[in-house]
């Protein structure tokens, strides 16, 4: 009964590969989100969704493309990855309320070599 | 202007203390002040929070304190234990066209001395 889970945990890949991160939310939430964690454990948001339409793109290169399929999933998909890309990435989730709550999944921790 | 400055980096604290985090927002269109708890390998979750039309708010032995004037906040644990033991991370959050967006502090790595 996880309320945001992602797969998979951990995922490592060669330079150059494309890969894919799959989130769902179980919490019928309207907007979900990706963050990138990086090895400072600085946390940047990457792209919101809600109810399926992009909402924020923050400068990211395109080679990352989300993907909502619908309210209770965002998928995420980077092409030719490179070493800067390794870091762990967040799913997360909110509702439609007067204020933003966050609901996190576990991560995807990404080592690109 | 949409930065949100955390300090310390890292922080210990004897079990039964006081551990207390600071930060400071510079835009005040924010209007939601959440601090997040992260333990390793997990995601973070939403601890506390706090609207800026209030200076305090107290949740067990976690509390923020908020000075508006001054555009900073804090999360005071008391009676730290060694469970406490995690990342935390403040931010702040606004609306804006199309949706929310939340900018989160750099993280304080705190460890509880047992």
């Known amino acids: 009964d996880t309320a945001v889970s992602q797969t998979p945990k951990y995922l490592v890949t060669q330079m150059g590969n494309d890969k894919s991160i799959k989130c769902e939310q179980n919490?019928?939430?309207?907007?979900m989100y990706w963050y990138k964690q990086d090895s400072k454990k600085f946390l940047k948001i990457m792209f919101s969704?809600?109810?399926?339409?992009?909402?924020i793109n923050e400068t990211v290169p395109n080679r990352f493309s989300p993907k909502s399929p619908d309210k209770a999933h965002l998928n995420l998909h980077i092409n030719s990855l490179e070493l800067g890309d390794s870091a762990v990435y967040f799913c997360?989730?909110?509702?439609?309320?007067?204020?933003?709550?966050?609901?996190f999944g576990s991560g995807t921790q990404l080592s690109v070599l | 202007q949409q930065q949100v400055k955390q300090s310390p980096q890292s922080l210990i604290v004897q079990k039964g203390g006081i551990s207390i985090i600071n930060c400071a927002y510079e835009?005040?269109?924010?209007?939601?002040f959440p601090w997040y708890q992260q333990f390793p390998g997990k995601g973070p979750a939403l601890l506390i929070a706090?609207?800026?039309?209030?200076s305090e708010k107290k949740e067990g032995r976690f509390t923020i304190s908020f000075n508006k004037s001054a555009k900073q906040f804090s999360l005071h644990i008391m009676d730290s234990q060694p469970g406490d033991s995690a990342t935390y991370f403040c931010?702040?959050?606004?609306?804006?066209?199309?949706?929310?967006?939340?900018?989160f502090g750099a993280g304080t790595r705190l460890f509880v001395k047992a």
């Open positions: 997360a989730s909110s509702y439609r309320g007067r204020y933003e709550k966050l609901f």
């Open positions: 919490l019928g939430h309207d907007t």
């Open positions: 969704y809600n109810n399926k339409e992009l909402i």
């Open positions: 835009n005040t269109a924010f209007d939601y």
């Open positions: 706090i609207r800026p039309d209030v």
């Open positions: 931010a702040a959050s606004m609306y804006r066209t199309g949706g929310f967006k939340t900018i």
